[in-house]
């Protein structure tokens, strides 16, 4: 007898086995058919059950798109059809601007719009770190202050009817706002390290939350860094939206921006412009980029 196919949705991406959640609101335990492990948080799925409670995805849907970091061994997917990321940001533990423009660029590199929340606007170091975004606000980023542990209400009018990634390095908040919005504990990991009185809910698998049935939300384990190796120079210096206005007028048509006589970005730089730190950012970003790729010749973009 032929099994019956169903529709779901990845609402958990545990590495080897995925959550997927039936349009009948109950949820399978899935293992991915074969030895792909190409299914992620928000892909719909077909699904056919094997055992109570458990299934197989048998195919991955066509995703819209698909936000994902490599570096020159492997690829790693974080989630797929989303609308928004949050990058989220706090002034404790000290965030990285490195890490953030990387972010921004991936989200770029995705076709997905981003926004950056700085969390824990109730600690004192609040100003310095709002100060310090104010030149991601000036090239048109939307910074949001926020405070998950005060009032995360103002967020809920950003994320009414979008499939949102909250995104970010650890400790920045992301499972306490899903919690808050869901008014659940969604850091059920955090019993664990809870036990030892650690006090940290280090998420460990990216899941899936329904606010509503058009409002979605993920939460996501905190990363250290965001490798852009399947991004080409160029679609790296089109994902600063301050340098856009340059590309295109360099002296030479193949510019990288990087040290080029007659670089336009670099002059808009020096202009005041084009922020140092930005071009900073930038030009450290290429030469690591050239550098993997002088040394992983065979690595090709997926
Ligand atoms: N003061 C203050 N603390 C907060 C706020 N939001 C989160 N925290 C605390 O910051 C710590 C880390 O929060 P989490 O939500 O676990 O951070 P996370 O981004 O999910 O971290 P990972 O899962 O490791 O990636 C916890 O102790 C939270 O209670 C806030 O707005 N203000
Ligand atoms: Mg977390
Ligand atoms: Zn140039």
Partial sequence: MKATVFKGLVTGDFGRDFLVELDDGTSLTCVRKGKKQDATCGDTVDVSI???????????????N???????????????????????????PTFSETFLSMCLVACDGAGIAPIIMLNKKDLPEYEEAKASLKKFEDIGYTVLPMSAKLDIEPLRPYL????????????????RTVNHLVMRDVAKEGIFS???????????????????????IMDSPGLQSFGLFHLSDDDIAYAMPEFRPYIGTCKYGNCVHVREPGCAVIAAAADKKINPTRLAFYQALIEQQHE?????????RP
Avoid: C
């Fill in 50 to 64: 094997t055992s109570p409670g458990n299934g197989r995805i048998d195919e991955v849907h066509t995703r819209r």
């Fill in 66 to 92: 698909v936000l994902f970091r490599t570096d020159a061994f492997r690829e790693k997917t974080l989630a797929a059809n989303i609308d928004q990321a949050i990058i989220i940001v706090a002034p404790r």
């Fill in 160 to 175: 009414t009817g979008k499939s949102t990634l909250l995104v970010g390095q650890s400790g920045m908040g992301k499972s």
């Fill in 194 to 216: 809870e036990a030892l009185d650690s006090g940290k809910h280090t998420t460990t698998y990216t899941r899936l939350y329904r606010l509503s049935p058009s409002t979605a």
């Fill in 292 to 300: 993997l790729r002088e040394n992983n010749p065979e690595w090709k």
